[in-house]
Every structure is written in C-alpha cells, then in structure tokens.
C-alpha cells in the first residue's frame, strides 16, 4: 500500500522545473524504468458557429511527462499534462492548466491513485466574453485546484479557488502551485457522486493511457472530482502524416502512426467531449504526437509536439 506521505513526495518531485527533474532522472529514489517528457507548441483556431475565422500559431505551449519504476509492490507510474499560453502570442490572455496523477499496482483491484491539478477559472463561454479578457492588466488571477485519492474502495475528493500571478514564469508556476496545496489544504473532502461497488475505476490519464496501449479496449470508465465518467477510443492508422513526424525525428525509421478518436461524457448524463491524438504506432509509452481538442465552443486548440 503506497503511503499518502509516499504519494506527497512523488508529487512534490513532479513539481521541480523540468531541468532539475531532467536532472535527477536516474538518481537515488528518482531511479525510473522508463521516464519521458515530451514538449508542444500550442496553435489556436477561433471558431464562429463551428468555422475557423482566425488561425494563429504558437500561443502557448504544453509538456507530457510520463514515467513508471517497478518496486516489489508492483509498477509505479507518474502522469502528467501541462497547458499554458503565452501572452506575447495569445493577446494578453494568461491561462494555464495542470493535470498529475500518480498510482501504483498493476490490476485495477490493487491500484492506489492520486491526483492533483491546477487551472486559471476562466468563465467565458464566447468568443465575445474571452475578447474581453484580453489584455487585462491584473497582476492576480482566480484558479481552481483540486486533489483526490482512490484507495481501499475509498474515492476522496477536495477542491479550492485561489488567487495567485497573473503571469507565470516557471518559477512562479512553482509558487502558484504551493499556493493551491495551501488552499486545498484546509479544503473538506467532498463525497463522492456515485456509490463504488468493488473495483473503482483508474483516473483519466490513467485510462487513457491504458487505452492508447490496448488498442482493442473500445471504451471504458473513469473517476475525476468524485464523479464516473465514460471514455470512448477508436484507433485507425493515418499513414499520410508518419512522413513529416519521422522527418523530426518523433517517430522510429519505419514507424507507422495511428490516429486516435476519443470522447467523454459523464456518466450521470450530460454534454460530451470530443479530442483527436496522433500516438506512434505500436509505442510502449505512447507519448501523444499531436493533441486536438476544442476546450470552448469558439476555441480550438492543437499541442504539436517539437523535436
């Protein structure tokens, strides 16, 4: 049984700037079998009743990490996916998200998991509420936090909102993200919206990433905020872009690439949501290639990884 203590400090090392954790990769505690990070150029498209009106190329940009080690306990594995813009390219706008979970066990019935994550609270639901936001001179902004534990049949879930800088060097991300643990902190444990009866099912980028390494797997479930959520995945090999990902060198000489089309929805009934990945095909680690989702009804968002 991994420790709240033990899942604490395995968190907090993900919380180091990518260099430090580059650099302790492979010492002491930190040994990994297997530990990668791959980084993105953010594109943006603005859409009016689903059209593109506006294309613009590196307004932010985003990292995945993914990491796992073999103890006697079982396999241990560390996920996580960082989004932000930069306001230079995105019109002033400051927007950032963070999402990092962590488990142990490889079969569901024994997984412990954690997971914690950070978002700007970005209320608009317009293209004309988000011009708005544009080049706002505020030095603090409003995020959301949130933190949760599966467990022995147990599902534990806290959230916060909290002020913290508008503009986020890496080292104020670190500051950012010590003021949402302070915020959560003091936050009470929300009950849980559905009633676990035996195996509780992974988080989400846990079950993505089974998904994506077990193509047949067409759709599953998975826990987030104390709520059930289904995910659907169909895979299909796109051969017309392997060319100019092995041209970066992303992909091994020869590698095909497959194109994933995956949805959300909650289980208890509501709108779903749609996104797009290109993985290598037959990846141990699939690492995303490319990442497609449209976060609001008038954004459209593309992560293309860089060599």
């Known amino acids: 049984m991994i420790t709240r203590r033990a899942l604490a400090r395995l968190l907090g090392w993900a919380l180091l700037p990518p260099a430090v954790r580059r650099g302790s990769a492979g010492a002491g505690d930190f040994n990994a079998d297997f530990s990668r990070e791959r980084r993105y150029r953010a594109d943006a498209q603005i859409l009016v009743l689903s059209l593109p009106i506006l294309r613009r190329s590196g307004v932010g940009g985003g990292s995945v990490v993914w990491r796992e080690w073999r103890e006697p306990a079982g396999l241990n594995r560390m996920l996580e996916f960082n989004g932000y813009s930069n306001p230079d390219r995105a019109a002033g706008l400051n927007r950032l998200g963070l999402i990092r979970e962590a488990s142990r066990g490889e079969q569901a019935a024994t997984r412990e998991s954690s997971y914690f994550g950070v978002m700007t609270a970005s209320p608009e639901e317009s293209a004309e509420e988000a011009h708005k936001a544009l080049h706002s001179a505020a030095t603090e902004a409003t995020y959301s936090a949130i933190r949760g534990r599966i467990a022995g049949g147990q599902v534990e879930t806290a959230t916060a909102l909290f002020r913290g800088p508008a503009r986020l060097s890496p080292e104020r991300r670190i500051e950012l993200y010590a003021r949402a643990e302070q915020a959560l902190s003091t936050a009470p444990n929300k009950a849980p919206e559905f009633r676990a009866n035996g195996v509780i099912p992974p988080l989400f980028l846990h079950a993505l990433a089974d998904a994506l390494c077990h193509p047949a797997r067409g759709q599953t479930q998975y826990v987030y905020n104390g709520r059930l959520y289904r995910l659907w995945v169909r895979q299909t090999a796109d051969p017309h872009v392997a060319a100019s990902f092995r041209e970066r060198g992303l992909i091994r ?32 680690q699939p690492l995303p290639l490319r990442i497609d989702f449209q976060p609001k009804a008038y954004l459209r968002l593309v992560f293309e990884a860089e060599g």
Do not use: N, Q, S, Y
């Not at 929805?265 to 290109?278: D, N, P, Q, S």
């Open 253 to 284: 000489a020869g590698a095909g690439v497959v194109r994933v089309a995956g949805k959300v929805r909650r289980e208890a009934g509501g709108k779903e949501t749609e996104f797009r990945l290109w993985v290598e095909e037959g990846a141990a």
